[in-house]
């Protein structure tokens, strides 16, 4: 019992390593149908913020005195907020700018059409999801333990995740995602992002996967 106790207080001690995170470009999503350029280089400085959050945390973290205080379980309590922050966005700006939609022969399609009873059904599914009541993310998670494709909410970054699920799919339902061009009216949003979804890096997330197993 003596020498866990040992190894847990150890571990605060180590020093947590800095992180040295760059914000990715986006730029080439500028006019994408339905979303004028005013919101989307508002939300790519959002993003940048959590990149520069996530940093500074990581080295308010590597510099802290006392690593048991109370300010450091604070931090890294904050880090994981920040952190999914970057993440999720990266995973979002990464399925936006496609100009084609889903074709029938995909792995992916076969799938969905399999679980979800038809492909429609699963979009059905995946809207009712992002129209739920709150700020968050409408995501389309694949479980490897058991090759199962689920359509969860992300309540703001870091309630609600699959633990070991891989995202697939992800949409940004809160409201800086579209609240400056289409107001409340967040099915209208939805509509737009369906029709810009980079399937073929969708399906790759998800063939990726499904070849590993």
């Known amino acids: ?26 730029s080439h999503l500028l006019g994408m149908p339905g979303f004028n350029d005013e919101l989307l280089q508002i939300h790519f400085k ?38 999914d922050g970057m993440r999720l966005h990266e995973i979002y700006f990464d399925n936006l700018g496609g100009k084609q939609g889903l074709e029938k022969t995909d792995p992916l ?15 059905e599914d995946f809207i009712a999801t992002g129209l739920m009541r709150g700020i968050g993310w409408a995501l389309l998670y694949y479980d490897p333990e058991q090759s199962t494709l689920f359509n969860v909410w992300i309540n703001e970054h870091d309630t609600g995740h699959l633990v070991r699920g891989i995202p697939i799919l992800l949409m940004d339902v809160f409201e800086h995602a579209y609240i400056t061009q289409y107001k409340l009216d967040r099915a209208k949003y939805i509509e737009v992002f369906f029709s810009n979804i980079n399937w073929k890096i969708v399906s790759k997330r998800y063939c990726t996967h499904v070849r590993q197993e």
């Open 1 to 26: 019992m003596m020498l866990h106790l040992i190894s847990f207080f150890m571990c605060l001690l180590m020093p947590f390593l800095a992180a040295d995170y760059q914000a990715k470009d986006y």
């Open 46 to 83: 959002l993003y940048e913020g959590y990149v520069k959050n996530t940093n500074d945390i990581a080295q308010k973290l590597k510099n802290a005195p006392i690593p048991t205080s109370y300010e450091n379980g604070a931090l890294r309590r904050r880090l994981g907020w920040e952190f």
């Open 109 to 123: 399609y076969k799938a969905l059409s399999d679980q979800f009873g038809t492909f429609e059904k699963w979009k």
